[in-house]
């Protein structure tokens, strides 16, 4: 079976079987990493591409993100490893204005397994609100989501608020979100950027020195 039928199921928000079509690839032997790159991320890469076009409106976007959620949280065991000793303290959150986390949930998921000790503190996160989790938890690094392109300044502005606050040098910054770039990161002064949720804990570990 090709994983064009789960990228089919997740834009036709086909819920009743996205567990068994993840099933059948484990089964036979798919990679995790490449059921969710492939299967699931393209799903709602298509996805996003309707609701640009005009033949997908929110409901439709919604119900498929809701069937990707359902697929990863089935998925979620194989994708991680499990880690008891902890490689440092990270925060994460999505930026005020901006109720994405499906790539929040995944790259909090990818860091847990990797040892990493998180404290996702949601969505729509208002700039003191980060400001606050970073005095009160001291971590070592603070991950940034944004996948609206206007709420994009808002990580600006949680970066100098946190100068502002005296806490900037104690913590590492990374960011990410679909319209993020490594441009848009190094303009805005975060120590880094990362395209996946991959990449996010490679460059968590780069801050930790491993
Ligand atoms: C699902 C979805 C929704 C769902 C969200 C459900 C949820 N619980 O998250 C709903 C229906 C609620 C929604 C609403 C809206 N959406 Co929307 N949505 C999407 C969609 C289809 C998929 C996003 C997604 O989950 N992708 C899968 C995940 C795995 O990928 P990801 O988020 O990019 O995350 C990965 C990386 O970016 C990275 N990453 C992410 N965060 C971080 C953080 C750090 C620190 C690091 C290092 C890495 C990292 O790692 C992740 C894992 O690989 C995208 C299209 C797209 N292809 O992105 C549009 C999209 C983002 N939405 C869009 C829009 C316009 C909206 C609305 C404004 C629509 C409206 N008119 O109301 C609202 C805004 C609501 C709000 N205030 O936030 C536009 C944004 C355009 C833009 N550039 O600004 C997009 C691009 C669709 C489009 N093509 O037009 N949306």
Request: proline share 2%.
């Given at each position: ?91 994460v959150g999505t930026v ?8 929040k949930?995944?790259v ?33 690094i603070l991950g940034l989501s944004s ?5 994009m300044?808002s990580i600006k502005?949680v970066i ?12 590492k910054i990374m960011i990410g979100g679909?319209p993020v770039t490594q441009?848009f990161a190094d303009d805005v002064g975060a120590d880094g950027y990362a395209s996946?949720?991959?990449?996010a804990?490679?460059l ?7």
């Amino acid at each position: 079976m090709g994983l064009e039928q789960l990228v089919a199921c997740v834009v036709e928000a086909d819920m009743d079987n996205v567990e068994d079509m993840i099933k059948k690839e484990l089964d036979a032997g798919t990679d995790p990493a490449v059921i969710l790159k492939d299967g699931l991320i393209n799903g709602m890469d298509v996805v996003g591409e309707q609701f640009e076009s005009g033949d997908f409106f929110l409901p439709e976007m919604l119900a498929a993100a809701l069937t990707m959620k359902a697929g990863v949280e089935y998925l979620k065991s194989h994708l991680v490893g499990d880690s008891n000793e902890s490689a440092g303290t990270v925060i994460v959150g999505t930026v005020e204005g901006d109720i994405h986390d499906i790539g929040k949930n995944l790259v909090t998921m990818m860091l847990e397994g990797a040892g990493f000790e998180v404290y996702d503190v949601g969505i729509d996160v208002a700039t003191e609100d980060f400001v606050k989790a970073v005095k009160e938890k001291n971590p070592q690094i603070l991950g940034l989501s944004s996948l609206l392109t206007n709420t994009m300044p808002s990580i600006k502005t949680v970066i100098a608020a946190l100068k502002e606050a005296g806490l900037r040098e104690q913590v590492k910054i990374m960011i990410g979100g679909a319209p993020v770039t490594q441009e848009f990161a190094d303009d805005v002064g975060a120590d880094g950027y990362a395209s996946d949720a991959a990449g996010a804990v490679a460059l968590a570990r780069g801050f930790m020195g491993n």
